[in-house]
């Protein structure tokens, strides 16, 4: 069709951002992927040569490895606290009317607004306060309150879409209520569950900001070894450690992905 | 091949051979959408001033049709012409057409005056005179007193008035509905299509106008245009189209009828399952249409042709009765007004009148 | 009636008034509630608290003084860091929008086979760790890096240009980070435009760019305001990009505030940086939220037809 010129350069300019956008957005991930098989000695792209030594020597790493059994065993964690919490405060959101609900609301999803930094710092104070601070357990609280948001708001999303007329024939088919949750409504909730957990999971295994400022003395968790390692040092075996990340994210993303579909959390 | 009424399909590249007063020109357009062929080879004339209406079943093409027309779809091949002027190639914002979608589309951040005067502000026309032609037109329409309401604060019928006056502001060479009542409720579709028809005959403007519903069709079109699986099957009035259908879909799809399958031989006509009718045709396999006016109860007072009877069903509709009956192996309907008491049951005997003037004879190779 | 009971059922209807007596109720509402108080609340008022702190060390949170707010806002310095800040994410936002829109409006309006690739590569990089995508930037525009590597190549420069440590590697850095957030955000809102009106429109005699002009940016304007909120918030708050990727020479306020806490000790004038950014930033959500209500009960749309 014979366009008007400010319509063909709209087109022009709209086919050279999107791929443009879709590169930049993929980069950062796919570059440290293909230089973490350097064969070489240092951080360079196009990395020299192929090998996975680099690998070895992050398997090999104690520091590494701590940090990442660390990570792994605070986001399993934070995902359970976080999954019964936020399920607790999303099915009295759902289905139950109480004076300042709103307000309820409001307040679980607030961590998300609050500026991460002033998060740290403020929770550093007060856990400092509960001498809890540089310990397991206030690390695990300030990730469970960044993590709730994303749960409470997955999982009323899910309720929301939830058709109640399916527990009102199962209890027509006389099933007690008990009976009705178990084999009704938690099973076709399972893909808001699920989506939740591994939302808080990759939140909580990637999170560094509120990690820094609540860390641990004792062990740290993989994203605060990175960056403490990045700080003074520059070589491949960031490149490796952070694929691992990658891997660990995309894999759990992958779930996600085939058991509800991207759409439904965005 | 279509079958065309006034006004031949030009040859493809061709200007349009038709007479002057050609306001739609469709030239042997064909669109796929992948493996499904939407619109095969399809030609159609728009005369000014009337109202040309196609109707078929959904997936027939028609709204295809209006698409292209309105350049919101490029054909695969043929052309488009509007005033004699060839448009395929033009993006939709350079054709003038106007539209009335079927949920209306009218722009919810805009008031309703915003909204009829957006397309005059496109064209360029200076403040003082469109907020004349806005005022003119919602004159119109009748809808002065709502000009600053916004559309969601407006009722079905409402917005469809907008919907119009919007279109009609710019004063398009053609009008385009596409299926303009389906969101409205039955009272309100009959008086609007009794306004609506009072309104394009003022304003005298080409219409094409798109729907599944007959009933419609019949009572608003000049032409319609009974289209299926991508091709017109007949192009003419709707009273040659219900009287004198060309093909079976075409009276199956319009009314109701009986249909009879079998052969023509001279002087008679003999059905697959044996009844014999006396026929004039061309020798040859034939399909016999009849609409269930033409079918009486037998008296002494109406002549035709007399058969015997047996009733299978019946279906009240107060006004009317219809009657499904068996003869000589064959079905046939009635419909005809019975006065309380009077109905016919189930496994009555009767005897029936077929008046052969309303008798239609299809060729079996034009299908 | 497992139905009329709410209190045996967890399958009560939503309508129900009893909060008082509902002991169900009780137990799904006070262990969130508890926690997010304790530790939400009760923190971010310890930070209100500590910022009027008279002392400079940390856990010093005795006596009442503004030494610390007038520091702040009276040195120079930290003017210009505050200023800088602010700057940076402004640019962050609007360059994202600029950037983004075009791919949120386009998600809203594929078909959805095509859709699903795209938005994984949008919605990956939320979900990676922070630290690794600024690490795989720090790789990209090293001096051994990709951009680098690709210049020499060509014969663009000589040498290795120093691409990192300067305030548009940070910008683009935070650009990048944010982008998914507006990217998403216009989406969603794009999607629920009917299709429809942009026909409508063309119909109109409207080219693409009167379309988007005055049709679809009018109506995705609360989702173009979400975004941009969200993209300012998050990179006016950014510590590990401007660290990592700025070095010394680009100081924001997040970074200031981790320099405050871990090097330098003095937690309350870190608390007073994070309050004054906490108040910017709720600031400006109440106002961009305020601006939104505001237009939706506006004759300001009339007035194109008189």
């Given at each position: 069709?014979?366009?008007?010129a400010?319509?063909?350069?709209?087109?022009?300019?709209?086919?050279?951002?999107?791929?443009?956008?879709?590169?930049?957005l993929?980069?950062?991930?796919?570059?440290v992927?293909?230089?973490?098989?350097t064969?070489g000695?240092?951080l360079?792209f196009?990395?020299?040569?192929?090998?996975?030594?680099w690998?070895?020597?992050?398997?090999?790493?104690?520091?590494?490895?701590?940090?990442?059994?660390?990570?792994?065993?605070l986001?399993?964690?934070?995902?359970?606290?976080?999954?019964?919490?936020?399920?607790?405060?999303a099915?009295?959101?759902?289905?139950?009317?109480?004076?300042?609900?709103?307000?309820?609301?409001?307040?679980?999803?607030?961590p998300?607004?609050?500026?991460?930094?002033?998060?740290?710092?403020?929770?550093?104070?007060?856990?400092?306060w509960?001498?809890?601070?540089?310990?397991?357990?206030g690390?695990?609280?300030?990730?469970?309150?960044?993590?709730?948001?994303?749960?409470?708001?997955?999982?009323?999303?899910g309720?929301v879409?939830?058709?109640?007329?399916?527990?009102?024939?199962?209890?027509?088919?006389?099933?007690?209520p008990?009976k009705?949750?178990?084999?009704?409504?938690?099973?076709l909730?399972?893909?808001?569950?699920?989506?939740?957990?591994?939302?808080?999971?990759?939140?909580?295994?990637?999170?560094?900001?509120?990690?820094i400022?609540?860390?641990?003395?004792?062990?740290t968790?993989?994203?605060?070894?990175?960056?403490?390692?990045?700080?003074?040092?520059?070589d491949?075996?960031?490149?490796?450690?952070?694929?691992l990340?990658?891997?660990?994210?995309?894999?759990?993303?992958?779930?996600?992905?085939?058991l509800?579909?991207?759409?439904?959390?965005? | 091949m279509?079958?065309?009424?006034?006004?031949?399909?030009?040859?493809?590249?061709?200007?349009?051979?038709?007479?002057?007063?050609?306001?739609?020109?469709?030239?042997?357009v064909?669109?796929?959408?992948?493996?499904?062929?939407?619109?095969?080879?399809?030609?159609?004339?728009?005369?000014?001033?009337?109202?040309?209406c196609?109707?078929?079943?959904?997936g027939?093409?028609?709204?295809?049709t209006?698409?292209?027309?309105?350049?919101?779809?490029?054909?695969?091949?043929?052309?488009?012409?509007?005033?004699?002027?060839?448009?395929?190639a033009?993006?939709?914002?350079?054709?003038?057409?106007?539209?009335?979608?079927?949920?209306?589309a009218?722009?919810?951040h805009?008031?309703?005056?915003?909204?009829v005067?957006?397309?005059?502000?496109?064209?360029?026309?200076?403040?003082?005179?469109?907020?004349?032609?806005?005022?003119?037109?919602l004159?119109?329409?009748?809808?002065?007193?709502?000009?600053?309401?916004?559309?969601?604060?407006?009722?079905?019928?409402?917005?469809?008035?907008?919907?119009?006056?919007?279109?009609?502001a710019?004063?398009?060479?053609?009008?385009?509905?596409?299926?303009?009542?389906?969101?409205?409720?039955?009272?309100?579709?009959?008086?609007?299509?009794?306004?609506?028809?009072?309104?394009?005959?003022?304003?005298?403007?080409?219409?094409?106008?798109?729907?599944?519903?007959?009933?419609?069709?019949?009572?608003?079109?000049?032409?319609?245009?009974?289209?299926?699986?991508?091709?017109i099957?007949?192009?003419?009035?709707?009273?040659?189209i219900?009287?004198?259908?060309?093909?079976?879909?075409?009276?199956?799809?319009?009314?109701?009828c009986?249909i009879?399958?079998?052969?023509?031989?001279?002087?008679?006509?003999?059905s697959?399952a044996?009844?014999?009718?006396?026929?004039?045709?061309?020798?040859?396999?034939?399909?016999?249409?009849?609409?269930?006016?033409?079918?009486?109860?037998?008296?002494?007072?109406?002549?035709?042709?007399?058969?015997?009877?047996?009733?299978?069903?019946?279906?009240?509709?107060?006004?009317?009765?219809?009657?499904?009956?068996?003869?000589?192996?064959e079905?046939?309907?009635?419909?005809?007004?019975?006065?309380?008491?009077?109905?016919?049951?189930?496994?009555?005997?009767?005897?029936?009148?077929?008046?052969?003037?309303?008798?239609?004879?299809?060729?079996?190779?034009?299908? | 009636?497992?139905?009329?009971?709410?209190?045996?059922?967890?399958?009560?209807?939503?309508?129900?008034?009893?909060?008082?007596s509902?002991?169900?109720?009780?137990?799904?509402?006070?262990?969130p509630?508890?926690?997010?108080?304790?530790?939400?609340?009760?923190?971010?008022?310890?930070?209100?608290?500590?910022?009027?702190?008279?002392?400079?060390?940390p856990?010093?949170?005795?006596?009442?003084?503004?030494?610390?707010?007038?520091?702040?806002?009276?040195?120079?310095?930290?003017?210009?860091?505050?200023?800088?800040?602010?700057?940076l994410?402004?640019?962050?936002?609007i360059?994202?929008?600029?950037?983004?829109?075009?791919?949120?409006?386009?998600?809203?309006?594929?078909?959805?086979a095509?859709?699903?690739?795209?938005?994984?590569i949008?919605?990956?990089?939320?979900?990676?760790?922070?630290?690794?995508?600024?690490?795989?930037w720090?790789?990209v525009l090293?001096?051994n890096?990709?951009?680098?590597?690709?210049?020499?190549?060509?014969?663009?420069?000589?040498?290795?240009?120093?691409?990192?440590?300067?305030?548009?590697?940070?910008?683009?850095?935070?650009?990048?980070?944010?982008?998914?957030f507006?990217?998403?955000?216009?989406?969603s809102?794009?999607?629920?435009?009917?299709?429809?009106?942009?026909?409508?429109?063309?119909?109109?005699?409207?080219?693409?760019?009167?379309?988007?002009?005055?049709?679809?940016?009018?109506?995705?304007?609360?989702?173009?305001?979400?975004?941009?909120?969200?993209?300012?918030?998050?990179?006016?708050?950014a510590?590990?990009?401007?660290?990592?990727?700025?070095?010394?020479?680009?100081?924001?306020?997040?970074?200031l505030?981790?320099?405050?806490?871990t090097?330098?000790?003095?937690?309350?004038?870190?608390?007073?940086?994070?309050?004054?950014?906490?108040?910017?930033?709720?600031?400006?959500?109440?106002?961009v939220n305020?601006?939104?209500?505001?237009?939706?009960?506006s004759?300001r749309?009339?007035?194109?037809?008189?």
């Amino acid at each position: 069709m014979r366009d008007d010129a400010v319509d063909v350069a709209l087109k022009i300019a709209g086919s050279i951002v999107r791929p443009l956008v879709y590169t930049t957005l993929s980069l950062p991930a796919v570059i440290v992927v293909a230089s973490s098989f350097t064969a070489g000695d240092d951080l360079r792209f196009p990395p020299e040569g192929f090998s996975p030594r680099w690998y070895m020597a992050a398997f090999k790493s104690d520091m590494f490895m701590g940090s990442l059994w660390t990570s792994t065993k605070l986001a399993f964690v934070t995902m359970v606290l976080s999954l019964t919490l936020g399920m607790a405060a999303a099915f009295a959101i759902d289905r139950r009317s109480f004076p300042g609900k709103h307000a309820f609301r409001t307040l679980t999803l607030s961590p998300l607004i609050v500026p991460m930094v002033v998060l740290g710092l403020g929770l550093l104070q007060f856990l400092a306060w509960m001498r809890l601070n540089q310990s397991f357990l206030g690390l695990l609280i300030g990730h469970v309150l960044i993590t709730l948001p994303y749960v409470v708001r997955t999982l009323n999303a899910g309720m929301v879409l939830f058709d109640r007329t399916l527990e009102q024939a199962a209890m027509n088919l006389r099933a007690p209520p008990s009976k009705v949750f178990r084999r009704i409504t938690l099973p076709l909730l399972a893909p808001a569950f699920v989506s939740a957990g591994v939302f808080a999971f990759v939140t909580s295994f990637g999170n560094i900001t509120l990690s820094i400022f609540l860390g641990f003395a004792r062990a740290t968790t993989l994203p605060v070894q990175i960056f403490a390692y990045v700080e003074h040092n520059y070589d491949p075996v960031l490149a490796a450690v952070s694929t691992l990340v990658i891997v660990v994210t995309l894999g759990m993303i992958a779930i996600v992905e085939k058991l509800v579909g991207m759409e439904k959390v965005a | 091949m279509s079958i065309a009424q006034a006004g031949s399909a030009p040859a493809p590249g061709a200007l349009p051979a038709s007479p002057a007063d050609t306001v739609v020109s469709l030239c042997d357009v064909r669109k796929t959408f992948g493996d499904f062929v939407a619109l095969e080879k399809l030609s159609l004339d728009m005369r000014k001033g009337e109202l040309l209406c196609l109707l078929g079943p959904s997936g027939c093409g028609k709204t295809t049709t209006l698409r292209i027309i309105a350049g919101f779809l490029e054909a695969d091949s043929g052309h488009v012409f509007i005033n004699g002027q060839d448009v395929t190639a033009l993006p939709p914002y350079k054709r003038d057409t106007g539209m009335v979608f079927q949920s209306y589309a009218l722009f919810p951040h805009m008031t309703v005056a915003a909204n009829v005067a957006f397309g005059l502000e496109n064209l360029g026309i200076p403040r003082a005179e469109r907020n004349r032609q806005v005022d003119d037109v919602l004159t119109l329409v009748e809808l002065n007193d709502l000009t600053h309401r916004y559309p969601r604060e407006l009722s079905g019928g409402q917005q469809q008035r907008v919907a119009l006056a919007r279109a009609l502001a710019l004063r398009p060479a053609v009008l385009l509905l596409d299926e303009p009542f389906s969101n409205l409720d039955a009272q309100l579709r009959t008086r609007l299509r009794e306004e609506l028809r009072r309104l394009i005959d003022r304003v005298n403007i080409t219409t094409l106008f798109v729907t599944h519903d007959q009933e419609e069709a019949l009572m608003l079109s000049d032409r319609i245009a009974v289209m299926n699986r991508g091709r017109i099957e007949q192009i003419s009035t709707p009273e040659n189209i219900y009287e004198r259908p060309a093909t079976r879909f075409v009276a199956e799809f319009i009314g109701r009828c009986s249909i009879l399958e079998g052969r023509a031989n001279g002087g008679h006509f003999v059905s697959k399952a044996g009844l014999r009718l006396p026929i004039d045709a061309a020798p040859g396999d034939v399909t016999l249409i009849i609409r269930p006016e033409y079918i009486d109860v037998a008296s002494p007072a109406v002549t035709g042709i007399v058969a015997d009877a047996r009733v299978i069903a019946t279906s009240y509709f107060g006004a009317l009765t219809r009657i499904q009956l068996s003869v000589e192996g064959e079905s046939l309907m009635m419909e005809k007004h019975f006065s309380a008491g009077r109905k016919p049951k189930v496994g009555d005997a009767m005897q029936v009148v077929v008046d052969p003037k309303g008798i239609r004879v299809i060729p079996v190779s034009a299908y | 009636m497992p139905v009329a009971d709410a209190t045996r059922s967890p399958v009560g209807a939503g309508g129900r008034a009893a909060a008082r007596s509902d002991p169900a109720l009780l137990l799904l509402l006070l262990p969130p509630l508890l926690f997010l108080l304790a530790f939400l609340v009760v923190p971010m008022a310890g930070l209100l608290r500590a910022s009027f702190s008279e002392g400079s060390r940390p856990y010093d949170v005795a006596g009442f003084s503004l030494q610390h707010y007038a520091r702040l806002l009276l040195d120079g310095y930290y003017l210009g860091v505050i200023g800088e800040t602010l700057l940076l994410g402004l640019a962050s936002a609007i360059i994202s929008l600029v950037v983004g829109f075009p791919v949120g409006y386009s998600l809203a309006r594929l078909a959805p086979a095509k859709r699903r690739l795209r938005l994984v590569i949008v919605i990956l990089p939320l979900t990676l760790s922070l630290v690794v995508v600024v690490f795989g930037w720090l790789v990209v525009l090293g001096r051994n890096g990709m951009l680098n590597s690709i210049m020499m190549s060509f014969n663009l420069v000589e040498r290795p240009q120093r691409l990192l440590f300067n305030r548009a590697a940070v910008l683009v850095v935070l650009i990048q980070q944010f982008l998914p957030f507006m990217i998403l955000s216009v989406m969603s809102v794009v999607t629920q435009i009917d299709p429809a009106l942009e026909q409508a429109s063309a119909n109109l005699r409207a080219n693409r760019f009167t379309t988007f002009r005055r049709v679809i940016i009018p109506l995705a304007m609360p989702g173009i305001l979400a975004g941009l909120t969200l993209v300012f918030i998050l990179s006016a708050s950014a510590f590990i990009t401007p660290r990592m990727v700025g070095g010394a020479r680009v100081q924001m306020l997040g970074s200031l505030i981790y320099e405050q806490v871990t090097s330098l000790l003095n937690w309350p004038l870190g608390s007073a940086m994070s309050f004054i950014l906490l108040v910017l930033t709720l600031l400006l959500t109440m106002g961009v939220n305020m601006a939104l209500a505001v237009r939706l009960t506006s004759t300001r749309a009339e007035q194109h037809a008189r």
